[in-house]
């Protein structure tokens, strides 16, 4: 069963442009670590407002892993730990260094009016603003999260991977649940067939 109007999952090419709107924005760090913790970590618009810096660090610097717990997890259900990209790391450790706020419980993704942390709603509405300005239309505040199951389910078997492996990183509890985020590619299709 295929979710309805599910978000649209985004090329490289319009991620770069993404990352590069972000770098003209007032907030240009924080506004790319919040994309990449969608794109790169596949974060839930509620993981990313309710990160904080203990999720993120490791020994007094930026932890190899996000360790998401379950108590900002989808449900109290999807805890997990999910490896940082190294451009995630980069932008978080460039985020920590301009943050004012760097004590354990201290959130990562703050405003000038919410210090003490954003809602989901704000992470919603912000990415629904930028794809509008961007003209990307049928995207939302889930495109990331899509586009990087989707991207991880496509290069699993690569790396000796499974879909359990991108079920686990995605905080699913059933397999069908992450099967409803991929995109199928015809191309792919023909070309496993040709291979059997």
């Not at 770098?23 to 990160?51: C, D, M, W, Y």
């Not at 730990?81 to 790391?89: G, K």
Request: contains cysteine; glycine residues 8%.
């Amino acid at each position: 069963m295929a979710l309805a109007k599910q978000a649209k999952v985004l090329t490289d090419r319009q991620l770069k442009t993404l990352l590069t709107y972000c770098q003209t924005t007032r907030h240009p760090v924080r506004n790319t670590v919040v994309v990449l913790l969608s794109f790169k970590a596949g974060l839930r618009a509620g993981e990313i407002a309710n990160l904080r810096w203990k999720h993120c660090l490791e020994g007094g610097g930026i932890a190899e892993s996000l360790t998401i717990t379950n108590d900002i997890a989808k449900g109290n259900s999807g805890g997990r730990c999910v490896p940082m990209h190294i451009d995630l790391r980069i932008a978080l450790a460039d985020l920590f260094m301009l943050s004012e706020q760097r004590g354990w419980l201290d959130p990562v993704i703050t405003t000038e009016r919410c210090r003490k942390g954003v809602g989901a709603q704000t992470i919603t509405n912000w990415f629904h603003a930028t794809y509008k300005t961007l003209g990307f239309s049928g995207c939302s505040s889930h495109s990331g999260r899509r586009t990087f199951i989707t991207k991880a389910a496509k290069s699993c078997s690569l790396v000796g991977g499974s879909l359990k492996d991108v079920q686990e990183l995605a905080g699913h509890s059933d397999l069908k649940t992450t099967a409803r985020y991929i995109n199928a590619c015809e191309n792919a299709q023909k070309e496993l067939i040709r291979r059997l």
